[in-house]
């Protein structure tokens, strides 16, 4: 209206990185009328992978975020047919008849109504980035620097393009190879990079119609875990029944080397199936049912050199006020399924934290800035460290107990079945709005103390 003085907003906000934990995050701000840029390196917002599941706390986590996030999963979400996920096992089978497509079961684990439902990931992106005004994205931003002028001033994002931005908080979601990640700890550091578990995946996705002809109902209308010796499957039906999404993860003895230093290489249905082919019937029938090209994966995880921790001291980049969040903090391997879910977590406790922080520099004025947004970060660490490094080790662990690794479960039902059920429930019935109190009781401490 004429004559109206807009009041400027308190904090600008720097998110480097457009997947999930970036966008999520994004959305969460946006909810809580907080200024926000996304930088993106690529040139477009993109998902690479196929399939993903969300555990029960991420959904949770997305309708305490921005009930648009629960919202576009769910409309995507292929809802499995019964409340169990199944672990069965892939590798033992009657060789007087091969033809038979049953496995004995190991274990199986209450999900709940709609618990673990998986989606194509560029299918739930695609929906989330419609809810992002086009002037709060940069693509072909990929990070180089931050320079920090002094508490007074706005941090300078210096970028590889020769553009330079300003901000007052950089949030870095920017993956497992995170560029924000290694200004942190330095590029030097055994930290700034994962590491290799010497596991790869095969991933592919079979329309339901083959899969179906081959399997039958049951085993393409669920969640499966296929457990062997050095090698597992999981199966689950995405793009709301139409496909189902394979993940087939072998144990690698080698270093993972790539010509471009990619963590992808492209491979074929005859090394899927060779790699399978002494597993039962339903696994070499689900191997023989890939496209003849496909994908294949290195796991690769922070576990074996974690970051001591997700934000920058006082005295380093930023002057404390540089995070990381989600794969960039904390990548893990897949087999818990938990990696995304537990970047929305991330950012619902930094989406939380810098709502209270806008309000905190409001109230003190813009020269108390520098000291509030590094009490943030500093109680972001502090919520989220310890159980996303625990996932991130269990994630590993519970990787070599799906391919008969461990010592002492092997491949015993009565072993594997409570290990798998303790290790899920921990990240499956996380109390959500325990963590959003614990955050805001924390922050409030901290500015006040």
Same mark, same amino acid.
């Not at 929906?127 to 001033?153: A, Q, Y």
């Given at each position: ?17 457009? +997947?999930?934990?970036?966008?999520? &995050? ?11 840029? !996304?930088?993106? @390196?690529?040139?477009?917002? $993109? ?22 996030? $629960? ?27 091969? /033809?038979?497509? *049953? ?6 684990? %209450? &999900?709940?109504?709609? +618990?673990?439902?998986?989606?194509? @990931? ?8 419609? $809810? !992002? ?10 990070? *180089?620097?931050?320079?920090?002028? /002094?508490? *007074? ?33 330095? !590029? ?38 296929? &457990? ?26 080698? *270093?993972?080397?790539?010509? =471009? ?22 696994? @070499? ?17 922070? @576990? ?5 921790? %997700? ?6 980049? /930023? ?6 969040? #989600? ?15 537990? #970047? ?40 989220? %460290? ?42 499956? =019935? ?20």
């Amino acid at each position: 209206m004429p004559g109206t003085i807009l009041k400027e907003k308190p904090l600008d906000v720097a998110i480097i990185g457009g +997947g999930i934990t970036g966008v999520t &995050l994004a959305l969460g701000l946006h909810k809580r009328g907080i200024n926000f840029t !996304i930088y993106e @390196r690529a040139s477009s917002f $993109h998902e690479i992978g196929a399939g993903i599941g969300f555990t029960p706390n991420a959904e949770r986590a997305m309708m305490a975020l921005d009930e648009r996030i $629960h919202q576009a999963f769910r409309k995507v979400a292929t809802q499995n047919s019964e409340d169990w996920f199944r672990w069965v096992d892939g590798y033992n089978y009657d060789r007087s008849n091969p /033809g038979d497509m *049953d496995e004995k079961p190991i274990f199986k684990l %209450y &999900l709940g109504e709609r +618990g673990f439902e998986g989606c194509r @990931r560029s299918d739930f992106l695609q929906d989330l980035v419609s $809810h !992002i005004p086009e002037e709060r994205v940069k693509f072909g931003k990929n990070l *180089d620097s931050v320079t920090n002028n /002094g508490d *007074d001033e706005k941090l300078q994002l210096n970028f590889c393009d020769g553009t330079v931005e300003h901000t007052d908080i950089v949030l870095g979601c920017d993956g497992i190879r995170s560029r924000v990640r290694q200004l942190l700890v330095g !590029i030097d550091n055994p930290a700034a990079h994962p590491t290799y578990t010497h596991k790869y995946a095969f991933r592919g996705l079979i329309p339901m119609d083959r899969a179906r002809a081959v399997l039958g109902d049951y085993k393409v209308s669920t969640r499966f875990m296929h &457990l062997g010796p050095d090698a597992h499957a999981l199966t689950f039906p995405v793009a709301l029944g139409a496909v189902l999404n394979v993940v087939a993860f072998v144990t690698d003895p080698s *270093d993972w080397t790539s010509k =471009d230093g990619k963590l992808t290489a492209r491979a074929t249905r005859a090394e899927a199936e060779a790699a399978f082919s002494a597993f039962g019937p339903a696994v @070499r029938a689900v191997m023989a049912l890939l496209p003849d090209e496909l994908d294949k994966w290195a796991v690769f995880d922070t @576990r074996d050199h974690p970051m001591p921790a %997700y934000h920058a001291a006082r005295g380093a980049v /930023g002057g404390g006020r540089v995070c990381v969040a #989600g794969d960039a903090a904390h990548a893990s391997a897949p087999h818990h399924g938990a990696g995304a879910g537990c #970047g929305i977590e991330d950012a619902l406790v930094l989406a939380t934290v810098m709502a209270a922080a806008e309000s905190e520099v409001a109230a003190r004025g813009r020269e108390a800035r520098a000291g509030v947004l590094r009490a943030a970060l500093e109680v972001y660490n502090d919520v989220r %460290y310890e159980r996303s490094q625990w996932l991130v080790d269990s994630s590993r662990r519970i990787g070599e107990l799906f391919e008969w690794q461990d010592p002492d479960c092997g491949s015993d039902p009565g072993k594997l079945g409570p290990e798998i059920e303790w290790r899920s429930r921990r990240i499956w =019935d996380y109390d959500i709005d325990a963590m959003v109190v614990d955050t805001l009781s924390r922050f409030s401490r901290r500015v006040d103390g």
